[in-house]
């Protein structure tokens, strides 16, 4: 009973992810990518509160493949000169650490993780702020 209850509300997120993939432009692609992390984040923690092993690995495992196949493919090597290359170092720092958390069930380092992905996030949405032009 509780899945049939539960899957509309599934089935409304997902319409809701995808329509605002579909109409985004490649600025607010990166913003989500950065929100899906968090959330990710968010939900390792209460898992790990609620000693729900497998669903944590699960919600890790999802923050890793948004930040190393989302966040870090989208940067742009040949373009992004030393900046990119910062990134993608600091990308692959969030992953490794995230595979500790995983093992150690260590919520201090999901929160370092979340802060960093934090930061970025502020520097991003920065930066569709003063590119925004005004009327």
Do not use: C
Request: net charge negative; no cysteine.
């Amino acid at each position: 009973m509780y899945a049939t209850m539960n899957s509309p509300i599934s089935v409304y997120q997902r319409i809701g992810v995808e329509t605002g993939v579909e109409s985004a432009n490649p600025h607010k692609l990166i913003l989500m990518l950065f929100e899906g992390a968090q959330e990710a984040l968010a939900k390792a923690k209460m898992h790990i509160r609620h000693s729900e092993i497998a669903r944590k690995g699960e919600a890790l495992s999802k923050a890793i493949m948004i930040i190393d196949h989302g966040l870090k493919a989208s940067l742009d090597m040949n373009v992004g000169g030393e900046l990119a290359f910062h990134l993608q170092a600091l990308y692959d720092y969030m992953t490794s650490r995230l595979l500790i958390a995983n093992l150690k069930n260590d919520i201090e380092i999901i929160d370092e993780v979340n802060g960093l992905l934090n930061e970025l996030y502020g520097a991003w949405k920065a930066i569709e702020n003063t590119s925004t032009p005004t009327t």
